[in-house]
């Protein structure tokens, strides 16, 4: 094929294309993924029942508020990981603000109490379902999220598939979070935190083998 | 002059005249990025022992990588640097797709002078047949791609040709290119 051909059948009848197409696909993405994320929280695993008693309701805003400053965070960055060339540097320095945030709360909670009692706040009872649910909640929003990215056209993959992997997790713990009755701030640093690191670590993994183009 | 006909300000103006549905800008805009395309390529490929023909291969993977992935292009953003990441994405894939050991691969940065030196061979082949590109592709696509791209009828009247709503060709294109993007590059055989 000559090279002229090519350019003549890319240039006959080109469509004018939507400047926002992009950023719809991801954001949809995000938001389907939010509701399964979501779904799961509240139908697989069963919301809280006791939401609405003494400082349930606290520590399940805390719970949010970190996983959704993570996603909005991570999000912002991936928009910008998914274009060529953007000369904007992303945030995702930015995104450890949340879990500094939420370590330095933890050790302060930590070190009100005296140490007998530090492992009942680390551990909880769920520890190990929280281990386990917010990597597999997580597997939906991933994919969705990186079935958009590969419609944009990211070179650096692995950054990408992290930045994908962070707002998959971050979704899917603030699904958890509606099911999740362990209320200590040390709980949350550890197990949200160390899951949501989790998808990201696997996200960078996978970037470069799913992302490809 | 070769620096003010290539200067960003042209390209970016082209590009963006060709975003909103400008055949001719967009021609112009592939035409000269085809030139500077393939000298960046036929420079780099030499450094790794290959000719002009695999440059070539990798010109118009680049450029259909272009066109379907163009919506990705931010208008706010310069576009050169948009430009050189996906000629520098497709150079490092390419050379991985087509086995070549880390230590011979140039990764520094497509650098002004290269991109902007001019080499003219418009009718240039590749190894790639249109034909046989086409055949791969399924029914719908080879025929809205056969029909708007390659007659140069309007959608309207493929999609009347066809029995396809007019949304249905434009997809069926849109995909039927991605799909041509897809195979024309090479098999990995790492």
């Not at chain 1, 994320?37 to 939401?51: E, I, M, N």
């Not at chain 1, 996983?67 to 953007?86: C, D, E, K, Y």
């Not at chain 2, 931010?74 to 497709?90: G, M, N, S, V």
């Amino acid at each position: 094929m000559r090279t002229d051909d090519l350019i003549t059948m890319l240039s006959t009848n080109v469509e004018a294309v939507d400047r926002r197409e992009m950023t719809r696909l991801i954001t949809r993405a995000v938001a389907f993924g939010g509701v399964v994320a979501l779904g799961a929280g509240l139908f697989v695993l069963g919301g809280r029942t006791d939401a609405g008693s003494d400082g349930t309701l606290g520590f399940l805003a805390i719970k949010l508020v970190f996983a959704l400053t993570i996603m909005g965070v991570a999000l912002f960055s991936l928009m910008r990981a998914a274009r060529p060339g953007s000369s904007r540097p992303g945030l995702m320095a930015l995104a450890l603000l949340p879990f500094a945030g939420i370590v330095g709360l933890a050790a302060i909670s930590l070190a009100q109490m005296s140490v007998g009692h530090w492992r009942a706040m680390l551990m909880g009872a769920e520890w190990l379902e929280c281990l386990l649910s917010i990597p597999i909640i997580a597997v939906v929003p991933f994919a969705l999220v990186i079935w958009a990215v590969r419609q944009a056209a990211p070179t650096n993959l692995r950054r990408a598939g992290a930045l994908s992997g962070l707002v998959a997790g971050s979704l899917s713990a603030a699904g958890y979070a509606l099911h999740c009755t362990a209320d200590s701030l040390p709980f949350i640093a550890l197990w949200y935190s160390g899951t949501i690191i989790l998808c990201t670590l696997a996200g960078a993994m996978l970037g470069p083998r799913l992302l490809r183009w | 002059m070769a620096v003010m006909m290539t200067s960003e300000q042209e390209l970016k103006g082209l590009m963006t005249a060709g975003l909103d549905g400008d055949g001719a800008a967009y021609r112009m805009l592939l035409e000269r990025l085809s030139t500077h395309l393939r000298s960046y390529y036929r420079g780099r490929l030499a450094r790794a022992g290959r000719g002009p023909a695999e440059a070539e291969d990798l010109l118009q993977e680049a450029l259909l990588a272009i066109h379907t992935r163009r919506h990705t292009y931010d208008r706010a953003e310069l576009f050169t640097p948009w430009l050189h990441a996906i000629a520098r994405y497709k150079l490092i894939d390419h050379l991985r797709r087509t086995n070549v050991t880390r230590r011979s691969l140039p990764i520094e940065d497509a650098d002004e002078q290269e991109l902007t030196s001019h080499l003219d061979q418009g009718g240039v082949e590749s190894s790639v047949d249109l034909g046989r590109l086409m055949a791969r592709l399924p029914v719908k696509m080879r025929r809205a791609i056969q029909d708007v791209k390659l007659d140069g009828l309007s959608i309207a009247e493929a999609a009347r040709r066809s029995g396809m709503t007019e949304s249905a060709v434009k997809i069926n294109i849109h995909r039927g290119l991605k799909a041509m993007a897809a195979a024309i590059r090479p098999e990995d055989k790492r």
